[in-house]
């Protein structure tokens, strides 16, 4: 059975730095691009970054370039999100999601869903 799950969330002071993990089980990793989501209180669910199956290609929101980073390690079946400079509008559950053809930013292509892990920033 395909499962992600994500950990790394937590409390941190703005300016600070989390780095996020989604770790895939019950599949081969290699052939699925993965894509980070989040969903602060009372707001839809957004894109924040995207990479593809070989991990050549990243997107980015707006809103995290030059802060956020994704990256990947298909051997250990993880992808990562690094981020740094964290505001508290960064504040979110946040999510990872896998399909198994190219990397996008559109939430709805996405087949697989981890259950999220909350990051709080916040003094």
């Known amino acids: 059975q395909l499962q992600l799950a994500e950990s790394g969330g937590g409390l941190v002071q703005p300016g600070g730095s989390l780095r996020l993990s989604c770790v895939a089980s019950?599949?081969?990793?290699?052939?699925?691009?993965i894509a980070w989501f989040r969903q602060a209180p009372g707001k839809e669910r957004e894109e924040v970054s995207c990479i593809s199956a070989d991990g050549g290609s990243t997107t980015s929101a707006d809103s995290v370039k030059g802060r956020f980073s994704v990256s990947r390690d298909n051997a250990e079946k993880t992808v990562y999100l690094q981020m740094n400079s964290l505001i508290p509008g960064d504040t979110a559950v946040y999510y990872c999601a896998a399909r198994r053809v190219g990397a996008t930013m559109t939430i709805s292509l996405y087949n697989y869903w981890g259950k999220g892990t909350l990051v709080i920033v916040s003094p």
């Open positions: 019950g599949f081969t990793l290699d052939y699925f691009a």
